[in-house]
Each structure stands twice: as C-alpha cells, then as structure tokens.
C-alpha cells in the first residue's frame, strides 16, 4: 500500500520521461511478443475461452493396428481407436491493489491519474505470476499451488533431458513448446473474462491496529486462467543447466532434445524458451569461424526454431525439481 513518501517521489518524478520501469520482466509465453525482436511468436496469442470454468479434450491414445489384409473367403478381426477423455480446470486468478484516498489524493496529477499507473503495475505483476505459472504451475515453491498445472506437470517422462549440472540452486531449464489447438494452448474461463474493475472505495482496516478504520480506493484485476497441454509430447524440457563449468546450454543438447521432440511428437517445436544465462552459454560454447575471429553472434534459433529469451524460467531451480 503506497504511503505519502511514495506519493511525493511520485510528484517529483520526470513527466517527460514517465514511469521508468525497472521491475519490468520478459513474459514471451504469455505476451506473445518476442522482447528482442518485437515480433509475433505464433500460437502463444491464440488463447482457448471456456464458456465455464473447467474443459475437456478428446485424445486418441492408439489407432488400429493389425488386420489391415486378409485371404479370400476369411475374415478380419473388428479392430477400434483408443479414445481418452482428458480434463482441464482454469482458476481464479484475482489481483488486488489498496491504497489510502487520503494519500493518492495528494497526487498532483490527480488520484485518477495515480490508480491508472498503479493499473499498469498490477498488469505487469499479473503478468510475471502467470509467465512463471506457465513453467511451474503447481510447484510449492517455483510456482503458485493455487493456480493451475503448468508444463513441470505436464511434461512426459520420456520428454525430460538431463544435462548433469550438480551446483545446488543454479538449474535453470530450456523449454521445447509447440503451439497449437492439438498441442499447447492458454485458456481463460467464463468466455474469456478478463477484467480490471472499476475502482471503488471501501473501508480499509489499519494493518497496526485492527480496531482503527480509514477510506481507501480499491481496484481488482480478475480473470480465470488455465493451459491446455493437449498432447502428451507437445513440451519438452532440458534440465540441470548449471554454473557448472560444461554443464550449460549447448548446441549438442539442443539437438538431442529437437531429435527427442521429432521421434515422440512426430512435429517439430514451434518454439524454444530459455533464459539469457542459458542462451549465453549456448553462445560461449561455440567457436566462431570467421575472417575476423569475431566472438559467436548471439544465437537467435535452432534448426529454423527460435529461441526466445524469457525471466518465466529461473536461474536457481533445485536439482530437485
């Protein structure tokens, strides 16, 4: 809750310049938006609305196999798909933000105008829970158990590559995704309800003294999401990229998990998240070949994949995880 030194540092701000934002993050998963490039990365924007809160998809798990030819005057075996139902659940994602009228009053450009900048700060923030949502989903303590199941959960045994880094609390994981219906979808639930309220004022409590009571605006932002991981080979992850001295990112452990990702998926990814440590590494690991002996470029794809730098992924997961 913002007090009136907040509120003069406010004041005293540079109008020209605005609001310098330096606790603004690299949300591609959930923005859509590569932050280098400003390009589109397709699929991440094309978001599934559920008209409730929970959704299933049909998936079929085996074809029929066997029995395709048979002799004259015998018979075949009746053979059928293998069908499962698989269920989704979005949830409540609420964001809540109070501030003392006495105080945002004091705002010289207006309290309207101070609540419109603390709007943005809860769009960002709801923002940078949800782009490490997305990785962690449930976790205890990497992602939010109140929220919904992200790809830590969703990600097949057969689908997790090791790269051996052993220094406690400096993992980090790169991420294969493919998006698409059948694949990896965002989903909002009650028809795609996103909604920054009104601000309204209410009678807050003193946080020293319960007893004691004051006026305040309150402002909320509310919406129900979820992710869909349709296919059980639409994500991969490399995981135990340390510190560790060739532990890091390389372009050997890229091309195992895009040879891992074919053979299981049958489809190429359509992108690859990582975090700027790891794409340094990757970038440190090769040798550049060239007339001026300049240093590698900055990798920027793999195999026609692009690798999209993200702060949803962490640089101090456990090796547990």
Known sequence: MPNLLQIAKLNMGDGGAGIIEEASQMHPEISGMHPWSGETIPGVADSRTVTGLTFSTLVRTSVPKGGSFRGINQGVAAVSSG?????????TFDKRFECDKAAADRYEDGWQAYLAIEASGIMEGGIQDLGKQFYYGTHATLGDAEGFPGLLQSVDA???IDAGGTTADTGSSVWFVRWGVQDVRHAIGRDGEFDMGEVREETLTDKDDPTKKYTGYVQNLLFYPGLQVAHRY????????TADT????TDALLGKGLSTFIS?????PTCIFATPRSIEQLRASRTATNATGAEAPTPTSY?????IPTDGITN?????V
Not at 235 to 240: A, E, Q, V
């Open 234 to 241: 639409s994500c991969l992850r490399i995981k135990k990229l």
């Open 246 to 249: 060739g532990k890091g990112l």
């Open 83 to 91: 069908f499962e139902n698989r269920i989704y659940s979005t949830k």
């Open 264 to 268: 299981n998926r049958k489809r190429r």
């Open 303 to 307: 195999e026609g994949i692009p690798i």
């Open 158 to 160: 057969n689908m997790v």
């Open 316 to 320: 101090t997961e456990p090796l547990s």
